[in-house]
């Protein structure tokens, strides 16, 4: 587990922005995957064996889009729907135009 002094020094090396620590419980293997989100751009850096991959194009692309379908229902409503608008301004950018259109009403959708 990433540990608050840790969480005090670090910040989105993308914007610069606050992080704040998410824990999602994988029911299926009984494990927890840690990750940071960035309370500005909404960047997502996941955490792996308590060391943050803080690599800004680590999750980018395809490889969030499947990060994102996995774990949305585990945020909480107030930071989904922020990060919902975000993501869809990136994706919306980065993702090839069929892709985007399935990424949105399969993974965007609340359903």
Same mark, same amino acid.
């Given at each position: 587990m990433i540990s608050q002094d840790l969480l005090y020094i670090i910040c989105c090396p993308a914007c610069k922005g606050? +992080?704040? +620590?998410f824990k999602f419980r994988d029911f299926g293997k009984q494990t927890i995957m840690e990750s940071l989100v960035c309370k500005d751009c909404f960047k997502i850096y996941r955490v792996v064996d308590d060391i943050p991959v803080m690599i800004t194009d680590d999750l980018s692309g395809e490889k969030e889009v499947v990060f994102i379908k996995k774990w949305k229902q585990q945020f909480p409503m107030d930071v989904w729907e922020k990060l919902k608008v975000k993501l869809n301004e990136r994706w919306e950018k980065e993702l090839p135009k069929n892709l985007w259109k399935?990424?949105?009403e399969r993974v965007l959708n609340d359903d």
């Open positions: 606050y +992080l704040e +620590l399935i990424v949105k």
